[in-house]
Nanobody, 132 residues
């Protein structure tokens, strides 16, 4: 599986951005795609996740109500719509895929707290800068 993010750029506070995560060679139907961010001087943070089978979603408290994750399965693409952006949203945004090879699905929000090595693939990241 290969993931490629796009959409990161410089935006003013209060503005909006839509990030994309395009997956290739993703032939397994039961998985989750999560967005993470790495802000300067801060820990790696899981911010949103979506499950492939039913489209269920979960969000970190820091972005709930402002960010929306969605997927277009036919295009193997997951989007992160970010509204009401704040300077503290600045960072490198990366997507990752977690395959549920054993069947079943874990608690969705718990995926945001998994160690990066538990994911099956990562994108290279896209930079988001929110200017005050």
């Amino acid at each position: 599986v290969q993931l490629v993010e796009s959409g990161g750029t410089l935006v003013q506070a209060g503005g909006s951005l839509r990030l994309s995560c395009a997956a290739s060679n993703l032939r397994f139907g039961n998985y989750a795609v999560a967005w993470f961010r790495q802000a300067p001087g801060k820990e790696h943070e899981g911010i949103s996740v979506i499950r492939s089978l039913d489209g269920s979603t979960a969000y970190a408290d820091s972005v709930k109500g402002r960010f929306t994750i969605a997927s277009v399965r036919a295009k193997n693409t997951v989007f992160l719509q970010m509204n009401s952006l704040k300077p503290e949203d600045t960072g490198i945004y990366s997507c990752a895929v977690l395959l549920f090879l054993g069947g079943g699905t874990p608690d969705l929000r718990s995926i945001l707290f998994r160690h990066p090595t538990e994911f099956d693939a990562w994108g290279q990241g896209t930079h988001v800068t929110v200017a005050s």
